[in-house]
């Protein structure tokens, strides 16, 4: 079992940054491929970005490309997403989740990852 736990939500003003983290207990956790989803009032949950288990290898939603950056910290079982520029649509509860499968093409798929932690509001005003 994992466990997952974010961190670092907060009302920020739009074209400010902000930092989330997840932390992850419960399992080795350079076997973990993590990732970040986020889900919008009224929307479907939608991928964010996620970071393979070398931490080589990140994925990102094109919404996000280029303001978003995921990162891992093996030493301290944790995961940052360093979010720049924020827009009003950025606006959501932010999920961290986590798998110890075997690699897939489907990380940006949330039947792909087993754990999640309870969220994180992140509120951009505009």
């Known amino acids: 079992q994992v466990q997952l736990v974010e961190s670092g939500g907060g009302l920020v003003q739009a074209g400010g940054s902000l930092r989330l983290s997840c932390a992850a207990s419960?399992?080795?956790?350079?076997?973990?491929?993590l990732g970040w989803f986020r889900q919008a009032p009224g929307k479907e949950r939608e991928f964010v970005a996620a970071i393979m288990w070398g931490g080589l290898r990140t994925y990102y939603a094109d919404s996000v490309k280029g303001r978003f950056t995921i990162s891992r910290d093996n030493a301290k079982s944790t995961v940052p997403l360093q979010m720049e520029s924020l827009k009003a649509e950025d606006t959501a509860v932010y999920y961290c989740a986590a798998t110890a499968r075997a690699y897939s093409t489907n990380w940006d798929q949330g039947a792909w990852y087993d754990y999640w932690g309870q969220g994180t509001q992140v509120t951009v005003s505009s």
């Open positions: 419960g399992r080795t956790f350079s076997s973990l491929a």
